[in-house]
């Protein structure tokens, strides 16, 4: 690398955990890869963080028209879901846990859209207009499931749709904490489809202001993480799946510094 390097840039360790995931090649045509592929992450990494258009990438990347190619390109073939989970399991068993988790907590959260274009909602309790995230995390804060749903959408129908993508992958899970939107019949809902116990953790009435709650503290504490990623402060994008992806690289980015760390 010539150029003088960015906070969101792959350090060596973190490029020899990702690169053996990329695709080999660009498309089923057999067409060689031409750009350094390093370089194209570091650029998509970096429009996670900056938050800016593909336009007005730094000029010392490839052009933009390329990375915005690979990024289209790996999230249609699911490259970016399958590094965000290949790095989970990986910060898990770094961070002495076992690969699967046992205990999430679920959440959602509702980001005001930009784009003109695209499915958006209004979130009428919070008075939002765009989407809403739900995402469940794991005892450690990282995410093991996600969907991007209009904002209209409510908690326990976003809910739902996560849990399917769990039902198979996730053996060791017994327990999913939630606050009070997932009241209700989703309790006997989950209990009868998957045998797991959703726990109800409720703010009490007389306290005031913001305050840490047992076990919801990590999951909002996950969406701080997110909002780190400026990309993901607003809905840019006209697919829920491309907001979907950048949140992958978002956790990814997050992960791999862990894993940096603990060599």
Not at 193 to 212: C, S
Not at 229 to 241: A, F, G, I, K
């Amino acid at each position: 690398m010539t150029r003088k390097s960015y906070p969101s840039d792959l350090s060596d360790t973190e490029w020899a955990l990702i690169e053996p995931l990329l695709p080999t090649r660009q498309s089923s045509k057999g067409r060689k890869i031409t750009h350094e592929r390093r370089e194209i992450l570091n650029a998509i990494f970096w429009i996670t963080a900056a938050g800016c258009a593909w336009r007005m990438l730094a000029h010392d990347f490839p052009a933009w028209k390329t990375v915005y190619h690979y990024f289209r390109h790996w999230r249609k073939d699911g490259t970016w879901q399958r590094i965000h989970d290949a790095m989970y399991t990986k910060a898990r068993i770094a961070e002495g846990r076992e690969a699967e988790a046992s205990a999430a907590v679920i959440d959602s959260q509702s980001v005001k859209a930009v784009a003109l274009r695209g499915e958006h909602g209004v979130d009428v309790f919070k008075q939002t207009r765009g989407i809403k995230r739900h995402i469940v995390v794991d005892t450690l804060g990282f995410i093991i499931a996600q969907t991007v749903t209009n904002a209209s959408v409510q908690d326990r129908d976003g809910a739902k749709i996560l849990f399917a993508k769990l039902q198979n992958g996730f053996k060791r899970l017994a327990i999913v904490w939630a606050d009070g939107g997932y009241r209700g019949e989703l309790i006997i809902w989950v209990k009868e489809r998957f045998t797991w116990a959703l726990e109800i953790v409720m703010r009490p009435d007389n306290l005031k202001g913001f305050v840490p709650l047992p076990k919801r503290w990590i999951v909002e504490r996950t969406n701080a993480w997110l909002g780190h990623s400026r990309r993901l402060n607003r809905q840019y994008e006209v697919l829920h799946q491309t907001h979907e992806a950048f949140m992958y690289l978002a956790m990814t980015r997050i992960m791999l510094r862990r894993l940096d760390k603990a060599t």
